[in-house]
Nanobody
Framework: QVQPVESGGGSVQAGGSLRLSCVIS????????MGWFRQAPGKEREGVAR????????DYADSVKGRFTISRDNTKTTIYLQMRSLKPEDTAMYYC???????????????WGRGTQVTVL
């Protein structure tokens, strides 16, 4: 089972934007809800956004609602997280994973990728 590969992070000023990408193996991606998670230093990992297999249903944590947009490209087995109006509290390592139907619970056997660091100054 191949790990997801997250990219697109960086350092931005508050109010700026970033677009994260996560390439995932077809074995993990196909037919699954996919989610973005983040973990700040000293804090537990938390769910940020999730998307249904067809992309028709999206859910967001209250802290990012209206600022972040999750999407997926099923031809590329890739999910994206467009982040706007970034705040210092968005600073964290961001990860992606397959999740159980409309929950933040990861699928059994999930292997986390290395993540991509987002720093908001």
């Amino acid at each position: 089972q191949v790990q997801p590969v997250e990219s697109g992070g960086g350092s931005v000023q508050a109010g700026g934007s970033l677009r994260l990408s996560c390439v995932i193996s077809k074995y993990i991606y196909s037919g699954n809800y996919m989610g973005w998670f983040r973990q700040a230093p000293g804090k537990e990992r938390e769910g940020v956004a999730r998307i249904s297999p067809t992309g028709g249903i999206t859910d967001y944590a209250d802290s990012v609602k209206g600022r972040f947009t999750i999407s997926r490209d099923n031809t590329k087995t890739t999910i994206y997280l467009q982040m706007r109006s970034l705040k210092p509290e968005d600073t964290a390592m961001y990860y992606c994973a397959a999740v159980m139907f409309r929950t933040w619970k990861t699928k059994p056997g999930t292997t986390w990728g290395r993540g991509t660091q987002v720093t908001v100054l």
